[in-house]
Structures are given as structure tokens and as C-alpha cells.
């Protein structure tokens, strides 16, 4: 919801009409990527190499990139990732244990007091995140947060009638 909010927002910032912004809504957004995958999505040797060099950041070509690379075809899938030049790694206990993670994810909330546990879990651990971040001080000159948003924005989340129209 809040990264639908902020894409929606960035809209607005860029000018594009409420009706024509693929944010409105998630069912929205999810058929606008879809499509853009299908129909658009088409690697060239500079997204070959963007790719490369994403995969690479920070960790040149050892153990870490190699399970970037697999956890990147997992995500992708075979076909995309083969015209990204995302090379076919062995399987690591790493990679299969996040992939059982986001599978028990799913499946946990598809149960509806589960599913309740873990939002209020994910609400809690941003909380945290803040906390933590508050007390170390800004490390940027970024101010604005979902709860606080930047004085240009002309909508308040959660602010009853004048509620942001991009949630």
C-alpha cells in the first residue's frame, strides 16, 4: 500500500494525470508490469550489462554473486534471465532456504488470523526501523517518510477528507 502510495505520488510530483497513472490500485500496477514484461521487456546489450554490473556490485564474482545470480533467476525465471546473461548457477542451501521462506510467507498469510499476525509483525519491525534510523540521525538529507511526508505534497495519508486520493 505505501509503495503504491509513493509510485502514485512520484506521479503526481511528474505531472501525470490520475486517470492515466498505473498506481491507482494494485490490480492495476500488477497488469501494467505484466505487460510491460510481456510486450516491452526486451534485453539489450545494455541491460546485459546493467544486470552484470548489478549482480557484481560490492562483491566481484564470488560465493555472493553467484547466489545473486541464482536467487536472480529464481525470482526472473529461466527465459528472462538466459536474455539477461544471468548464467545458470548450482543450487545453495542459501538460495533454497530464502525460497522456502517466501514460500511459508505465502502460505501463512493466505491464513487470515496468520495473515493479520504478519502485518501486525511487519508494522512492528518499521517501526523498529524508524526507531533505529531516529536515533542514528539522517545519514541523507531525505526528511520525508510514509508517516511524515514532504511539505510539497499536497495530500496526508490517512487524513480523512483531504486523504491522499494515491492510496
Not at 533467476?73 to 542459501?94: C, E, H
Request: net charge positive; aromatic share 8%.
Amino acid at each position: 500500500d505505501a509503495y503504491l502510495h509513493l509510485w502514485r505520488y512520484v506521479g503526481y510530483l511528474l505531472g501525470i494525470e490520475e486517470g492515466a497513472n498505473p498506481c491507482k490500485s494494485y490490480g492495476r500496477a500488477k497488469a501494467t508490469l505484466e505487460s510491460i514484461i510481456v510486450h516491452i521487456l526486451e534485453p539489450d546489450d545494455d541491460s546485459r550489462k546493467l544486470v552484470a554490473n548489478l549482480l557484481r556490485a560490492g562483491v566481484g564474482d564470488g560465493h555472493v554473486f553467484r547466489r545473486r545470480c541464482e536467487f536472480a533467476r529464481y525470482m526472473l525465471g529461466d527465459a528472462l534471465a538466459d536474455d539477461l546473461g544471468i548464467a545458470p548457477q548450482p543450487p545453495s542451501w542459501t538460495v533454497f532456504g530464502a525460497r522456502l521462506y517466501l514460500w511459508a510467507l505465502g502460505a501463512l498469510a493466505r491464513i487470515p488470523l496468520a495473515g493479520d499476525a504478519l502485518e501486525a509483525l511487519n508494522r512492528w519491525s518499521m517501526r523498529c526501523v524508524r526507531y533505529l534510523h531516529d536515533r542514528r540521525g539522517p545519514r541523507h538529507g531525505v526528511a520525508a517518510t510514509v508517516d511524515a511526508p514532504v511539505a510539497t505534497c499536497p495530500y496526508r495519508p490517512g487524513a480523512g477528507a483531504g486523504a491522499c486520493p494515491h492510496r
